[in-house]
């Protein structure tokens, strides 16, 4: 029997982590990596306390996995200990493919999604490992037969949101976030080879629907975090423009190498080793070091941008229902040229428009299935108590300086 190591989470207090491979990959550099790696980004610079990591997330998915796993055998479904190996697996490595600043620099610094890069990772450690998380990735790739395992992993009421929906809410205080994440599990079953869940587990899905809504426009897409990381998102291409162009920028060598090469997904598939051996030694730390060498940069932009985020003078950004108006644009970008009075290249790294949206329930995808007490499974969008609506919510932005002192 395998002993059990015990951790002390804040959110779900103590938690048990399997010995074997599990303990082991947790102990590998390239999960470790992820205790330097922020989960929610600069969202710390709203909410202080949101300083939590892709570990933290990462081990309570994991404990998560583990309580849907003995929630499902004590109903009968059957899960054999490979099974639940593989899945709790997937679970745990499932986020170890994001960058710095998580979702932030996703495509600024490389343009591969963070789930291609996260099963890279995990194809180089089924070869260390002799094989032992082939299963872990076929469940993660959907291609097991026991469908729910996937769903456990990736779906619409997964581990990875009941999660971050609960740690995230915690660390940030934003209590319209809090799910009823313990009951929701208890009501998940499998039906015909699929997660479902149960007639009266039906409002607490509700209520993670709603929590999850509100955690997007209150958190994770807040008008001041928008503007933070839309910021940081300037700065790095900024750097890579001088970069490309013959500046040498200070910087650690993984940085320096991403900076200047242009890293694709058939990049990956030519040249994967010595990639994630790059992407493995780059994290927040690498980020933030260079911020604070950037602030003393001879290129006025870089410079600007650069002490502007290290001592939070973020911009202005206006959020609003309907697309930013040309005329709104122009008008802003001949403000601040005549504030910055510098060279009209540098206008688009201070005034930029964008949009973000979000969608409080998506039926294009595998819905949420609801079993009902006689048998019957319907989605829940045809749920007779179903009052959430199935919309993707657009908001568009513009961001620029605030313009209160004189700029560099």
């Known amino acids: 029997m395998l002993r059990q190591k015990i951790l002390n989470d804040p959110v779900y207090g103590f938690i048990d982590i399997p010995s074997g491979i599990i303990f082991q990959l947790i102990e590998h550099p390239y999960f470790q990596r992820l205790r330097r790696i922020k989960q929610v980004s600069l969202t710390h610079y709203v909410y202080p306390g949101a300083l939590h990591t892709r570990f933290h997330h990462a081990l309570g998915a994991l404990h998560l996995m583990q309580q849907a796993i003995r929630t499902l055998r004590e109903k009968g479904v059957e899960i054999t ?228 985020l290290i001592n939070r003078r973020l911009f202005k950004l206006e959020l609003q229902n309907t697309p930013i108006a040309i005329a709104r644009m122009e008008e802003m970008k001949q403000q601040v040229a005549g504030w910055w009075n510098g060279q009209a290249e540098d206008i688009p790294y201070l005034v930029f428009a964008g949009q973000e949206s979000n969608n409080t329930y998506n039926t294009q995808k595998a819905e949420i299935q609801i079993l009902y007490k006689n048998g019957e499974v319907r989605p829940m969008s045809t749920s007779v108590d179903f009052e959430i609506q199935p919309r993707n919510t657009v908001k568009y932005y513009l961001c620029y300086p605030k313009m209160q002192d004189q700029p560099l």
């Open 81 to 308: 200990p490979e099974e639940a190996e593989g899945v709790s697996i997937a679970i745990l490595l499932h986020d170890i493919g994001h960058g710095p600043f998580s979702h932030t620099l996703e495509h600024t610094l490389i343009q591969v999604h963070h789930e291609r890069i996260s099963a890279l990772f995990m194809e180089k450690l089924n070869e260390e490992f002799q094989g032992a998380l082939s299963l872990a990735i076929q469940i993660f790739r959907d291609e097991y037969p026991k469908k729910f395992l996937s769903q456990l992993v990736s779906g619409q009421l997964d581990m990875d949101r009941l999660d971050y929906l609960t740690r995230d809410s915690f660390f940030t205080g934003v209590y319209e976030g809090v799910i009823g994440y313990d009951r929701i599990i208890k009501m998940l079953s499998v039906h015909d080879g699929e997660l479902v869940v149960e007639e009266k587990g039906i409002y607490s899905v509700e209520k993670f629907l709603i929590s999850r809504r509100l955690m997007y426009w209150q958190v994770y897409l807040h008008k001041t975090v928008l503007s933070a990381e839309q910021m940081l998102v300037r700065t790095l291409q900024r750097a890579r423009h001088l970069a490309t162009t013959g500046w040498d920028l200070p910087g650690s060598p993984p940085l320096r190498f991403f900076l200047t090469n242009t890293v694709t997904e058939n990049d990956f598939d030519t040249n994967r080793d010595t990639l994630l051996e790059y992407f493995a030694a780059l994290d927040d730390f690498d980020i933030v070091a260079a911020l604070k060498n950037w602030m003393y940069a001879p290129d006025r932009v870089l410079a600007f941008l650069a002490q502007s």
